[in-house]
């Protein structure tokens, strides 16, 4: 009984040597072993997006959807509204002037609450950036700022009627009434809903003060962004309430709510005119008026109606 049993070990033994020598020789006439099997992605390691395995789709993706240096991470740098460009399913841009004397805007220019003067007191305490124009491509330093808010009629002049730099007299705030700010009209197709997303805001002295030239002149342009970022650590960058002083607002709160009063001096168009440019719109200042407030109703009746069918 022993003899068999030893039998049957080894010849289960040699079958299985005969195997695997069998096996070896089968992968030496393939020349490659068997590719080993792909790992597979758990919870605490997650798989790669296929786009981060193909950087020229990204990149090709990327100047497809506009420009490569504003949407680096899918989001305009210009924007408090973190709205992917994917997400964006409709886009205006909209020019619009501030007047700060109307009753309406007051609260933005109650004694001591100026917005203007926080807008200059934010840039000679170097919170706040000032750009030459409203593309923000040239900065201006916090002297040159103070330059452009000198009034040139009080300045002294030179033998050839010039005016002297430093002479002179600041405008004051309540002075800086008018304020231009564009921003871009969107809806975000993630959250179903508008968004107005204010992007640059431009100070300017009135026409009326300005002896010199004789119109209105631009001090400079900011960041809304930073504005936005600069009043919030500012106790008198405040929206004032004359109804209830318990409810003053940040002015960002403010804008965002849109408890101002504004008229559109522009929309985008092929030939990026003034509504006061348009030929249509030439033949008086009511009529350019007409014009502004046509173009503010038919965007609140977008809004109004982006769900009807």
């Not at 124009?133 to 009080?154: N, R, V, Y």
């Not at 002297?164 to 009209?185: A, D, I, S, V, W």
Request: net charge positive; aromatic share 10%.
């Amino acid at each position: 009984m022993k003899m068999k049993i030893v039998a049957i070990l080894c010849f289960s033994l040699l079958v299985g040597s005969i195997e695997a020598q069998q096996r070896r020789n089968k992968g030496k006439r393939a020349g490659t072993a068997a590719p080993a099997p792909a790992p597979v992605a758990t919870d605490s390691v997650k798989a790669a997006p296929v786009l981060a395995a193909n950087p020229a789709q990204q990149k090709m993706d990327s100047i497809r959807r506009g420009d490569s240096t504003t949407l680096a991470a899918g989001y305009d740098p210009l924007s408090v509204r973190k709205v992917h460009v994917s997400d964006v399913m409709y886009k205006m841009q909209v020019w619009r002037v501030m007047d700060l004397r109307e009753k309406c805007n007051q609260p933005f220019l109650a004694s001591g609450n100026e917005i203007t003067k926080s807008l200059c007191d934010a840039v000679f305490t170097g919170k706040l950036d000032a750009y030459a124009k409203d593309s923000l491509t040239t900065m201006l330093t916090a002297e040159q700022f103070k330059e452009k808010l000198i009034d040139p009629a009080s300045a002294q002049v030179d033998a050839d009627g010039n005016p002297l730099p430093g002479t002179g007299t600041p405008f004051m705030p309540k002075q800086l009434y008018t304020l231009k700010f564009r921003e871009n009209l969107l809806f975000d197709k993630q959250r179903s809903r508008f968004y107005y997303d204010i992007q640059t805001i431009t100070l300017f002295i009135p026409a009326e003060f300005n002896s010199i030239k004789g119109t209105e002149t631009e001090v400079a342009s900011f960041k809304y962004t930073d504005v936005a970022r600069a009043f919030k650590s500012m106790p008198n960058a405040r929206w004032y309430n004359s109804q209830n002083r318990a409810e003053d607002k940040k002015v960002s709160d403010a804008m965002d709510l849109r408890l101002f009063c504004s008229r559109i001096l522009k929309i985008s168009n092929p030939k990026d005119l003034m509504i006061e440019d348009m030929p249509e719109y030439r033949e008086s200042p009511r009529s350019v008026l007409v014009a502004s407030q046509k173009f503010e109703y038919d965007l609140v009746a977008k809004e109004n109606e982006v769900w009807d069918y």
